[in-house]
């Protein structure tokens, strides 16, 4: 647990012990304890719903899949509007090569705002060894997208050059 987590538990913990002796002074501190924990929960980074696997796969998923509009998919990686073909590319070179990625438990919370994952990679079917980690980094409407950092991973482990990634 992070320290800002035990802060807003604690004050939750303090609330419902305090005794209802028909003072509101202790409440109303309580509550300014905790939204004060909350905000610095929030300025600190941390993640306020954390994604799950499933979550992250269906997002991979979308992103390699052919049938999905490019301007859908240039919104599920950081940065895609320097080289919005980008994401095409990496998903051509994934079926080439008839590579399949899944991020496998636990997703964790970097405690700077976003997540990571360690993926699995198959290659024809075959379990790869040591697969890398993938970060993710909070989108627009509460989605998710892959990072930029991880995006130029890739591009650079597929032999790709892109103008969002630099040499």
């Known amino acids: 647990m992070t320290v800002a987590t035990v802060a807003v538990a ?22 300014a304890t905790t939204s004060a924990a909350e905000e610095s929960t929030a300025a600190e980074g941390e993640i306020a719903e954390l994604p799950t696997a499933a979550e992250l796969n269906g997002l991979l998923a979308q992103g390699l899949d052919p ?14 509007e320097e080289d919005p073909e980008l994401i095409n590319q990496v998903a051509q070179a994934a ?17 700077d705002g976003t997540a990571s994952g360690q993926l699995q990679l198959s290659v024809n079917g075959e379990p790869q060894q040591g697969g890398p980690a993938a970060t993710f980094v909070p989108g627009e409407n509460g989605e998710w997208k892959l990072s930029k950092v991880t995006a130029c991973q890739i591009v650079s482990l597929a032999g790709l050059t892109s103008a969002a990634c630099p040499a």
Request: glycine fraction near 6%; charge should be negative; proline fraction near 4%.
């Open 67 to 80: 049938n999905v509009p490019l301007e859908e998919k240039t919104s599920m990686v950081e940065g895609s």
């Open 95 to 111: 079926r080439d090569a008839n590579v399949q990625v899944e991020v496998i438990d636990p997703v964790i919370d970097n405690g």
């Open 10 to 31: 604690a004050a939750l913990t303090m609330s419902a012990c305090s005794s209802d002796d028909g003072d509101s002074t202790e409440s109303t501190s309580a509550e």
